[in-house]
Every structure is written in structure tokens, then in C-alpha cells.
């Protein structure tokens, strides 16, 4: 049976977050995944938080990346909070979102061999190296951690053919973005597959969840989310796996004027059951299901911004937080 855990994604002030991190710990899930998108909260303070708030739970550090960070600072924040908290930290390594690095002047339009150096010089300092590294991107002359040996697992956040090959190849984990369907998990673990050759990589997914006894309710929670995921061109793939049709030009439009009425009339309901983990209880388990069955170790929650209905979703998940009914 897949590992069940959950994510926050930057914007959840701290009662908020502090809450999911409480529901989360009491519920015994692995752990929580702290996803970096700038111009919002810092996910190194908040994995911070998140461990010092806790006895067991473990943190990964979410799509870090190497375009905004240097590969060198990433290895210090993990190898430091692992320091502090052995064995409860993990990074994952990811390009970033597209549209984030362009407003700040960064192009990131060929991440593969920076996403490439960055994973393999971090490991090598986690490992303890004495680290003389040069490529293209990053350069180590003679340098080591001041931690020592640190085990750090690495996951790539990947969604195209040749970084999904890569994380097969190189890191200890891979994560599937949030928005993706079903069909689309399993192309993407194929690509991995191969890229493994048979080395064992753990296979992580981020899924959208919402629950209601209506399940028109527990829908309508996600719309504005997955309209603003799937706009992307990298999903377009995505949706035609799924059998969808999507208007996403519009969609982008409509996000980029902020209407969000017209956005979100554009996710239908079948956009979001077979985009997302939606419904009754019932439902949302059955699509849990259906994703571990696509190959997931892991299923991330995620675009839950409420404590209270975390509880629901971990409930209708078949699992209840310690010392509650």
C-alpha cells in the first residue's frame, strides 16, 4: 500500500500551517512536502518549523531549485536541518515554474544539464566529499560540507520525457506534479523505468484532494487550482491522455485577467475526477486507489488550505489522526 502524506505550497499562513503540520503528525503520514515558489513563504523556515513542531514527521524540501538557489547553499540548508533532525529531511531538486524565473530574469528554457550538475554535485557533498566539480552551470573547487556525511535522499521533480529518464537514472526518488491524470502517472513512470534500468527509485505523486458529500462541493474547492495547473503548455500531453479537451488559450487568458469565474467554468467535472482525488468519501478512495495502482509509493495531498478538512480527506482516506475517533 502506498505511503500517505501531504504538501504545502507556500501559502498557508502559520496557524494554517502549523494546523496541517499537527493533523498530519497525529495522523501518523510520512511526511509533509514544502513546495518553493518565490514570492511566497520560504519552505526552508517552514521545514524548520514543521520539525521542531514534531516528534516523527519528516519533511522534504519541494522542487528546490538550482536556478534561484545554488546547488552548494541547497546542500547546506538539508545537510543542517538533517544535522538538527537525523533522518526526518529530504530534498527534491525541480527547474521551477516557468512563468516564476521569467519574472525575475532568469531563463530556465533548457533545465536538463543544470538539473543534471545540480543533483550530482549536491550528492556528492551530502556524501562528505572532498568535491572538485566543474561543468557548465556550477563549479566546486576543493570544497566539503563542514556537516560530514549527511543521508539526505534526492528526488528530481520531473514531468518531460528526458528529465523523467534522468530521474530514473540519478536520483533516489521521483515526483509527479499535482494536476496529472492517471494515464498520464503511468507514461510518466514509464519514462522513468527506463531511465532506471532497473535501480530502484521510489515513485512520489502529488494529487489534488477535496471531500464533501456533495460532490458538486468537494469539486468546486479545486477548480481555481487546477485551472491555474493546467493552463500550462506542459500539461497539454497531460489532458490528451486523459481524453480531455481543454481550451487552455482561453484559460490562460482568463487567469491572466484574473477571471476566475470564466477560468474555472472552463474545469468541468470530468476535468477534475480524472485530474484530481474528488468527491464523498467514497469516491475520493476510490481515486486514491486507482493512483496507487498507476505505480505511486507516495501520494502527496495537496491544495488543501484547511486543517478541518485535511482531517476529512486523511478520514475518507482510511486513516484517522492518533487519539480521535
Not at 69 to 81: D, E, G, K, N, W
Not at 175 to 191: N, P, Y
Not at 275 to 280: I, K, L, Q
Amino acid at each position: 500500500m502506498s505511503e500517505l502524506s501531504i504538501a504545502s505550497d507556500g501559502r498557508d499562513a502559520p496557524p494554517a500551517f502549523l494546523g496541517k503540520v499537527a493533523v498530519a503528525d497525529r495522523a501518523g503520514l510520512s511526511r509533509i512536502w514544502i513546495a518553493n515558489h518565490l514570492f511566497l513563504r520560504d519552505p526552508i523556515s517552514l521545514a524548520g518549523a514543521a520539525l521542531g513542531a514534531t516528534e516523527a514527521l519528516r519533511v522534504n524540501l519541494m522542487a528546490m531549485s538550482p536556478f534561484t538557489i545554488h546547488p552548494v547553499q541547497l546542500a547546506m540548508a538539508a545537510a543542517t536541518l538533517d544535522e538538527f533532525y537525523p533522518g526526518r529531511v529530504g530534498l527534491c531538486l525541480g527547474s521551477g515554474a516557468p512563468a516564476d524565473l521569467a519574472s525575475v530574469g532568469i531563463d530556465s528554457a533548457r533545465p536538463l544539464g543544470a538539473l543534471r550538475e545540480a543533483l550530482r554535485l549536491v550528492r556528492a557533498l551530502l556524501a562528505g566529499e572532498t568535491v572538485k566539480f566543474q561543468g557548465k552551470a556550477y563549479r566546486v573547487d576543493g570544497r566539503q560540507l563542514v556537516h560530514g556525511t549527511r543521508a539526505v535522499p534526492l528526488t528530481l521533480a520531473a514531468s518531460g520525457p528526458k528529465m523523467l529518464e534522468m530521474a530514473g537514472a540519478e536520483a533516489d526518488a521521483v515526483l509527479i506534479s499535482a494536476g496529472t491524470s492517471v494515464e498520464f502517472v503511468r507514461w510518466s513512470l514509464d519514462h522513468v523505468a527506463r531511465g532506471a534500468n532497473g535501480r530502484p527509485v521510489r515513485r512520489v505523486g502529488l494529487v489534488y484532494a477535496s471531500v464533501a458529500d456533495d460532490p458538486g462541493l468537494a469539486h468546486d474547492r479545486l477548480r481555481r487550482i487546477l485551472a491555474i495547473t493546467l493552463r500550462g503548455a506542459h500539461h497539454t500531453h497531460n489532458l490528451e491522455l486523459a481524453g480531455n479537451r481543454l481550451d487552455q488559450d482561453r484559460l490562460r487568458a482568463a487567469a491572466a485577467a484574473s477571471d476566475w469565474p470564466a477560468a474555472t467554468a472552463l474545469i468541468t467535472d470530468r476535468i477534475v475526477e480524472t485530474h484530481a482525488a474528488s468527491g464523498t468519501p467514497a469516491q475520493l478512495a476510490s481515486r486514491l486507489r486507482v493512483f496507487r495502482e498507476a505505480g505511486l509509493d507516495e501520494i502527496v495531498i495537496t491544495g488543501v488550505a484547511d486543517p478541518d478538512h485535511l482531517k476529512q480527506i486523511i478520514a475518507a482516506a482510511g486513516l484517522s489522526p492518533k487519539g480521535e475517533p
